[in-house]
Structure formats: structure tokens, C-alpha cells
């Protein structure tokens, strides 16, 4: 049986307002990232990843594994044909038995960001403090120094119909400010197929690893598909639903003319309190399905206004919902 799906609700604008184009190159500058107090909080988190995967070197990320490092986890009894290396003889001198000392293995982890950089995302237009697409890149800057600063390999991708791009996969802190550079250089433009971006994104042949999807899910053909694609091949799915303030409850009213921003289709309407109040419950519906879908799943989701403080998304929601500790 299918199940009924909610279709998005209508990415609109009133004609009345400018249309502004992105600015080449656009005004995001590194200094408005995050300054160095905040940095210092950031140097205290790590991502939570619930399903460590093994590396290809050592990172700084403890695992479940028992290895070789130096971080010593507990001891177990001797049996033969044990690295006589690894016998703690002084146990050996008080309790005359052998035993083998354990240690915590320090994995590398492999993290990954996709961001939607579709035109939706460049919302509110010339409103910095609330556009989705300056927040999702505070976000992904301030994840992926965590990211590095932990000794992750990390890789960003955009989701784009065209004009997509990649930087990465690197590991270290030498490599924060070419992430910064990248997230200041590029802008948010045309449609996104989620879909079909995140299932091509799942064909890449890279290992597994933590993946935070941020978008705002404006996407008329869908998601659930792509989703599905990047569970099946391995990713521990993370959502931040980028919405802004005006998105979720418009101050529209009156006869108007409204443009969808991606494809530039026009409608006009005339909006009553009962039609905000039918959109509102749309918004809502469409909303809540997306979460069920994710926690169904077993992929963490969080839902991101643009109006909530930077900080207290990093160090207060992101913590709360499991995302950081």
C-alpha cells in the first residue's frame, strides 16, 4: 500500500519585493563565521557518531574496538600465542599469572555534509541574520572544525541540479581554513532534485560514515528516495531542516501575486486568515511527515529556525538532540 505523501508547501514570494540575484563573489566573509571565543567553546565538542567504522589511519576518536594505542581499557587473561609485548609484568610479579593489557583503539572517522544549494535556500533575501543559506553554512563551518579538530576525515558536497561542487575529503586542523574559504566562495542558485542528488551521492565509491544533511526540503519531487538511498548504503543519516521564520508562518495578507523563487511560476492569490491558517497546518503536516519518516529510519532529525541564536543551536539544541557532545 502506498503511503499518501504531503507535497511541500509552494516556495513563494510577493512580487512586490526585489528579486535580488547572488552577489559574485558574495558578501559571507570567514570573519563572520565565528569569532575566537566561540572557537574555543567548538574546541571542547566532538560529533556522536553511534556507528564507528574503522579508518584507514588513527584519528582521535575513542572506539568500541580494543587496538593498539596508548589509551590502556582494561586487561584480559593470557593464552598462548599472545604478544608477549603487551604483558603487564608487574601484575605478573604480584599475582604470579599472566595477563594482556588492553587498549582503546583511537579511530578515524569518515564525516560527511551535504548541503542543499538550491535557490530556496537564499532566503530571506538580503536579510543575513535570518537566510538559510549563510546559517547552513555557520552550521557546516562550525561541524566541520569540530570535525577536524577531532581528526576526522572530512568531505562537503553541495546538492545541485547544476553547478555542484565538492571539497575534500580532508583531516586536520590545517585544512579549517580551506573549509572556510570553500563555504565563503560559493552561493545558493536554481532547482535541486533531493532525490536524485542524494541517491547519486549514495553511487560514490568512499566508505561510509557520519553524514549531516542539511536542507530545507523544498523539493517537489521528493525525498524519501534519496534518504532511502543513503541508509541502504551504509551513511549514519543526520537531518537539520533549515527553515526560516516567514516560511513557517507567513505575514502575507491581501490580493497578491506570488513567484515560486526556483522555478519563477507565478499565482496569484488572495490571502485570508482561514487560508493562513490552512497553510499553517500544511506546513505542519509536511513537517511532522518528514520527521516520522527520519525517526522511523533510525536517522536523527532536528528542525532549525533561522531566528534561534547560532550559539544556542550549537552549544544548547545540537548537544540536547544527540548531535554533539
Excluded at 563565521?33 to 588513527?58: K, P
Excluded at 490552512?278 to 519518516?293: G, K, P, V
Excluded at 528542525?303 to 550559539?311: A, D, G, R, V, Y
Aim: with cysteine; glycine share 6%; proline share 7%.
Amino acid at each position: 500500500m502506498t503511503e499518501k505523501q504531503t507535497p511541500p508547501p509552494p516556495v513563494l514570494q510577493p512580487s512586490s519585493l526585489p528579486t535580488l540575484q547572488p552577489s559574485n563573489p558574495p558578501s559571507f566573509q570567514p570573519s563572520k563565521f565565528f569569532d575566537e571565543s566561540f572557537l574555543r567553546r567548538l574546541d571542547r565538542l566532538s560529533l556522536i557518531a553511534r556507528r564507528i567504522r574503522t579508518g584507514r589511519s588513527q584519528g582521535e576518536r575513542r572506539s568500541t574496538k580494543r587496538g593498539s594505542s596508548v589509551e590502556f581499557a582494561d586487561y584480559r587473561n593470557y593464552t598462548p600465542g599472545d604478544d608477549l609485548r603487551r604483558l603487564d609484568w608487574r601484575i605478573y610479579a604480584r599475582l604470579e599469572r599472566p595477563f594482556i593489557k588492553l587498549f582503546e583503539e583511537e579511530e578515524e572517522q569518515s564525516v560527511y555534509f551535504l548541503l542543499d544549494a538550491s535557490a530556496s535556500m537564499d532566503w530571506p533575501e538580503g536579510d543575513e541574520a535570518r537566510n538559510k543559506w549563510d546559517f547552513a553554512r555557520r552550521l557546516v563551518a562550525a561541524l566541520g572544525y569540530i570535525a577536524l579538530a577531532s581528526g576526522d576525515r572530512l568531505t562537503l558536497a553541495s546538492l545541485a541540479t547544476t553547478g555542484s561542487w565538492r571539497w575534500g575529503p580532508q583531516r586536520g586542523r590545517g585544512h579549517i581554513h580551506g573549509l572556510l574559504n570553500q563555504l565563503t566562495a560559493q552561493s545558493a542558485a536554481g532547482p535541486t532534485d533531493l532525490n536524485d542528488s542524494l541517491r547519486r551521492f549514495s553511487l560514490t565509491r568512499q566508505r561510509p560514515g557520519l553524514l549531516f544533511l542539511l536542507t530545507d526540503f523544498f523539493s517537489p519531487a521528493g525525498y524519501e528516495r534519496g534518504l532511502a538511498a543513503l541508509a541502504g548504503a551504509g551513511y549514519e543519516v543526520n537531518v537539520l531542516h533549515l527553515l526560516a521564520p516567514d516560511e513557517i508562518d507567513p505575514p502575507l495578507n491581501g490580493d497578491l501575486r506570488l513567484h515560486d523563487i526556483e522555478t519563477g511560476l507565478a499565482q496569484d492569490v488572495t490571502i485570508t486568515p482561514a487560508l493562513q491558517r490552512l497553510y499553517r497546518d500544511h506546513f505542519a503536516a509536511w513537517r511532522n511527515q518528514i520527521e516520522q519518516y527520519c525517526f522511523a529510519r533510525d536517522m536523527n532529525y532536528l528542525t532549525l529556525e533561522t531566528s534561534i541564536p547560532f550559539e544556542t543551536v550549537i552549544l544548547g539544541y545540537l548537544r540536547q538532540r544527540g548531535f554533539l557532545k
